[in-house]
């Protein structure tokens, strides 16, 4: 049965997040998505003169291939997806998840293998195509949610069809005041952290990189980062759930790092020399997205939530740090989850996730959504 929210998510998807243009190339990437989506991205690529390219993944398929994956396989297959990406103008992933732990039993060193040799063609996506990435609503996800199959689905495109433009004024505003800020002090329960920023870029997320979207991201100095936080979202990572994630810094560096799963953290944060130290830090405003369900598209855009993240950095806003790990680790501040508050240079910015300065207050979740 045809659903017109397909062909509107779509639409959003072609038209505003990459902005496909005539004659332009387009890679759509779906994993575990039903045709109908498929085809309406299809057509609406079509639809504005685009040339629309498509590759269907399922995630059972992916888990029995990366089983026993060689460095020999992945390197071919690594070598003709990096060729296929250099010839495309833009890219759309929708990835949709049967069982979200799908990878949990894959061996450590099979994904880090998998990471380490699909980098390229990561980059190439991200440095060179206009690219958007989102989650697709299932059973799986609504489970997760704590809601039904059909709620969920409710829920998901009236997050995603937020009107991202209503929030820019806000955005351009957090966005000068990051970029003038040097210290950053972050408190809350289990939580008494500090860095710099000073001469980082930040930058606007939108809804032209992710869907959904909401949060505007800088990066710690490297070496800056000290004192300890405890991240009250429960993650997923590598195919295992991780729950009460508290980790300890000293001159930038994760020193201690616990959780329910403290050993796979620790191997994961051992993956090489940049895993223990900060490659992003974020703050999540979307005024839909509230609880978070270990989908970290949605809970990276909490309303009133920050997040950390070991790993990467993203050359937009770069402190410098490599790795091939890129984890984003959520903590909530309403009150509700306990509260906290954000310092820029001791002014208090942020107070149990609602922004104070005035030229801030359209992000607040009240006068946004």
């Not at 001159?251 to 944060?269: F, H, M, P, Q, Y």
Request: proline content about 4%.
């Amino acid at each position: 049965m045809h659903d017109a929210r397909f062909d509107d998510l779509a639409n959003l998807l072609v038209g505003y997040s990459i902005r496909l243009k005539r004659n332009e190339t387009v890679l759509i990437e779906v994993f575990d998505v039903p045709d109908e989506m498929t085809i309406a991205l299809i057509r609406a690529a079509r639809n504005v003169g685009g040339i629309p390219f498509v590759q269907n993944y399922h995630a059972r398929v992916s888990r029995a291939l990366a089983l026993e994956a060689s460095d020999r396989q992945l390197s071919l297959i690594a070598g003709h997806e990096l060729g296929r990406m250099k010839k495309m103008d833009a890219y759309i992933a929708v990835r949709g998840s049967n069982n979200i732990t799908e990878l949990s039993d894959v061996p450590a060193e099979k994904m880090k293998l998998v990471a380490k040799r699909m980098r390229a063609v990561q980059d190439q996506r991200v440095k060179k195509t206009k690219w958007v990435v989102l989650r697709w609503p299932t059973p799986s996800m609504a489970q997760l949610a704590g809601m039904s199959t059909e709620a969920f689905e409710d829920f998901y495109f009236t997050v995603c069809g937020l009107d991202y433009r209503k929030l820019q004024p806000g955005m351009k505003a957090l966005k000068r005041l990051m970029e003038k800020t040097n210290r950053v002090e972050i408190k809350g329960p289990g939580t008494d952290l500090r860095f710099s920023m000073k001469g980082i870029p930040a930058v606007i997320c939108g809804g032209d990189r992710n869907i959904p979207d909401g949060e505007v991201f800088s990066c710690p100095v490297r070496d800056s980062v000290q004192g300890h936080v405890r991240f009250n979202a429960p993650s997923i990572y590598q195919g295992t759930g991780f729950d009460g994630i508290r980790l300890e810094f000293k001159d930038g560096k994760i020193v201690d790092a616990t959780s329910n799963e403290t050993r796979k953290l620790n191997k994961i944060l051992n993956s090489d020399a940049g895993a223990r130290y900060v490659g992003e830090f974020s703050l999540g405003f979307n005024p839909h997205v509230l609880q978070p369900m270990r989908d970290i598209l949605f809970d990276e855009k909490i309303a009133g939530s920050f997040h950390l993240t070991p790993g990467q950095a993203y050359e937009e806003a770069d402190n410098g740090n490599r790795s091939q790990v890129h984890w984003d680790m959520v903590n909530i501040q309403r009150p509700e989850y306990g509260g906290g508050e954000i310092y820029f240079d001791g002014k208090l910015i942020r107070r149990d996730g609602n922004f104070l300065p005035k030229q801030l207050r359209s992000l607040n979740r009240s006068r946004s959504s």
